[in-house]
């Protein structure tokens, strides 16, 4: 799963801990996301898309292996 959180949270002018924050997550937890290091939670990846008014699908890139 790919994701466009960095490029997202750019355009909102936040830093990865101030994102972080606004989740409740560690700042590691985000880099690791922006990487595609992780995987969020359905939980996580809801509370990002509503942060940057976008759907889910909008903000992940669901592939089937």
Do not use: C, W
Not at 1 to 19: C, D, F, G, H
């Amino acid at each position: 799963m790919s994701n466009n959180v960095r490029e997202y949270r750019m355009e909102k002018q936040l830093t990865q801990q101030q994102l972080a924050d606004l989740v409740n997550v560690s700042s590691r937890t985000i880099i690791s996301l922006e990487k595609g290091q992780y995987n969020p939670s359905v939980l996580l990846a809801h509370e990002l898309a509503k942060i940057f008014g976008l759907k889910i699908e909008e903000l992940f890139n669901f592939e089937e292996d």
